[in-house]
């Protein structure tokens, strides 16, 4: 698991909060979708102005706790679902004024250490790294993919420099016995040499985890329906912390903000115009204090984009653009 992702101690660090409420100014009310609730630091702050309501939703049910609390408090301003943020349009949103839509895409300190998940590589057992509404695991994924596949997952999901070699490692040591998280961690180290920067596991777990997880896609058609939903002058903003999911936030807020037709429902006469405004052109990222603060933020870049038209239906091409990588995705249909 990417160390950058891992929020040291057991407090939680809502990262880039101050600069996030600065964008989405909360102190004017509205409703906002926490997409990625987790602990609720984001939710928690924007509930603190008395004119807003949250409506926040997370795949992982150990988020449950955290929710019934806030509900304590908040009953008539915050309303909890366990769905995955590529499902939005499952709770029929169409007709709320959604002021604010927010990705944190990190993983939690308490997510890390559960073990149960089996996301990190500090611990022995099965592989898991399934994060709710899961069809398999990672133990699935590397004891049935077949050797080129698992070299194009470490490759494209992970930038893994050794993935083929990896690869057939595992395909060949998993013929004695299944492979573990313990077995995996070795097969890795004897296949590279040592790095006194990031663990050498970090790639290879990072990789698996954005494929048990279905990461690509879910965000992509989390970015797609969250801009849906959002009304006019809402704004949608993504935390990413690995640059993979950074490069498919800045292409969609990017083509969205650029003169085209984003409507086939568009009269062909009309002038082309941008669905998206962007709010900030290169990345917003942490302060020195926070990342003294919570060291793990240093690799968060904020992206945020505003809505500036109404329009509800929109064309994109971000599922051509991002075609390789989805392809890799269905690998999982073997399993």
Do not use: W
Request: charged fraction near 35%; charge should be positive.
């Amino acid at each position: 698991m990417n160390a950058t992702m891992i929020l040291e101690k057991e407090k939680h660090y809502p990262v880039l909060l101050k600069e996030l409420i600065s964008i989405i100014s909360p102190q004017h009310g509205g409703t906002f979708i926490d997409c990625t609730f987790g602990q609720g630091g984001y939710t928690k702050k924007i509930l603190e102005y008395p004119e807003t309501k949250i409506i926040a939703i997370d795949r992982d049910i150990d988020c449950l706790d955290n929710a019934k609390d806030i509900k304590k408090k908040f009953d008539d301003r915050f309303f909890f679902k366990n769905i995955k943020f590529s499902n939005i349009e499952n709770l029929k949103l169409k007709q709320e004024n959604i002021k604010g839509i927010i990705f944190d895409l990190g993983y939690s300190y308490l997510q890390i250490k559960d073990k149960k998940k089996g996301l990190s590589f500090e611990y022995k057992g099965d592989l898991n790294m399934k994060m709710g509404l899961n069809n398999f695991s990672a133990k699935d994924a590397v004891n049935k993919l077949d050797e080129k596949e698992l070299g194009k997952i470490f490759k494209f999901f992970g930038d893994e420099k050794e993935s083929k070699k990896i690869a057939y490692k595992i395909v060949r040591e998993r013929k004695l016995k299944d492979i573990t998280t313990e077995s995996l961690v070795n097969i890795i180290n004897s296949c590279k040499k040592k790095n006194y920067k990031i663990n050498n596991a970090t790639k290879v777990f990072q990789a698996l985890r954005i494929f048990v997880n279905k990461e690509i896609s879910e965000l992509i058609y989390g970015l797609i329906e969250g801009v849906k939903v959002l009304k006019k002058d809402g704004i949608i903003s993504v935390v990413s912390f690995h640059s993979l999911e950074d490069k498919i936030v800045k292409y969609f807020f990017k083509n969205l903000s650029q003169n085209k037709s984003i409507s086939r429902y568009m009269p062909k006469t009309e002038n082309k115009i941008n669905l998206l405004k962007l709010i900030n052109k290169k990345p917003i990222i942490p302060s020195n204090e926070e990342i003294n603060e919570n060291p793990p933020s240093r690799s968060a870049k904020l992206r945020c984009a505003k809505k500036v038209t109404s329009f509800y239906e929109f064309e994109t091409d971000i599922l051509e653009q991002f075609k390789h990588l989805l392809e890799i995705e269905n690998f999982s249909e073997k399993l």
